[in-house]
């Protein structure tokens, strides 16, 4: 039965604060990794960044820890796509925490492009064929969507740890898809809307396989969010610039603008949060699936 609370407890402080909670985040030196990252140790938690190169995850720590209360801490440099890497990263965290909360997946890259504009199917088939490999195709999969999956897999002992520390259900992961995953048109990126939809889909089945170990799954279909990925650069705090021309000269995103850091810190938050949500996609895209068609 559901706890009964005095209005005094739907404080935002009090509903949404992570202190103690130990957390961890693949691709946590930029980007939507780094903007959880701060979102979570802004409210108490310890938060662990992984990823393949040390200097931007020590750059993305030293300027991002907050003064007070939780934690951002440089972890590795580990590659997801490795399981040698990943059995290291579990053997590391269960030296230094009996227990984790919530994991991020949110390592991502973006794979070749090649914009299908041709009319002519001589001509398209020329375009396609000379600008994309089963190389490219098969590194964007296995480190948009494998990745993911051994990432979860090797921490289900300590998520689950998690959960009895703090609860039925509580201990969670997050995986940071796409609207491209969602959405029917290619954006010139077959390889990489294609990976994220089976990102969409592994989400899905991992929170209805994973609940019986007291684990949910849930999911962020990002739009357009500033990161290395969409810019190809991070400054020396490893943040990035998404200008609102850039953002509108694409036509389809109501806003008219990339979303923020809090934006997306908000969906991070609520997700970690709320043990009642499992298994659900969260769109968080400006309005881009109601003028792009999808699913």
Same mark, same amino acid.
């Given at each position: 039965?559901?706890? %009964? @609370?005095? *209005? ?5 402080? +009090? ?9 961890? #985040?693949? =691709? ?59 059995? %290291? @990263?579990? *053997? ?5 925490? +009996? ?9 991502? #890259?973006? =794979? ?184």
């Amino acid at each position: 039965m559901a706890q %009964k @609370l005095s *209005t005094t407890d739907f404080h935002v402080q +009090k509903l949404f604060s992570v202190k103690d909670y130990v957390c961890v #985040i693949t =691709g946590g030196g930029s980007g939507i990794g780094l903007m959880a990252a701060q979102a979570l140790a802004a409210n108490g938690a310890k938060v662990y960044i992984t990823g393949r190169r040390v200097e931007a995850l020590e750059k993305a720590a030293k300027s991002h820890s907050p003064n007070d209360g939780g934690q951002i801490i440089p972890l590795g440099p580990y590659d997801v796509t490795k399981k040698d890497d990943l059995e %290291k @990263l579990y *053997t590391e965290l269960s030296s230094k925490e +009996k227990y984790i909360n919530l994991l991020i997946c949110s390592a991502g #890259i973006a =794979g070749p492009k090649a914009e299908p504009n041709e009319e002519n199917a001589t001509d398209l088939k020329e375009k396609l064929w000379k600008n994309e490999t089963f190389e490219e195709w098969n590194d964007t999969y296995n480190t948009d969507v494998t990745a993911v999956y051994f990432s979860t897999v090797v921490l289900l002992p300590l998520l689950q740890a998690g959960t009895e520390t703090h609860g039925h259900l509580s201990a969670s992961v997050i995986v940071i898809s796409s609207m491209s995953g969602i959405m029917r048109h290619a954006q010139g990126h077959f390889s990489y809307n294609a990976a994220k939809g089976g990102t969409v889909h592994l989400a899905k089945l991992m929170s209805a396989e994973f609940q019986k170990a007291r684990i949910r799954v849930n999911s962020i279909a990002a739009s357009y969010f500033p990161s290395e990925m969409t810019t190809k650069e991070s400054d020396e705090n490893q943040k990035s610039e998404l200008s609102d021309d850039t953002i509108q000269e694409k036509g389809h995103v109501p806003m008219g603008r990339a979303g923020s850091d809090a934006e997306m810190a908000m969906a991070v938050l609520f997700l970690a949060k709320n043990a009642y949500v499992n298994g659900e996609i969260l769109a968080v895209d400006g309005g881009v699936l109601n003028v792009v068609s999808g699913r």
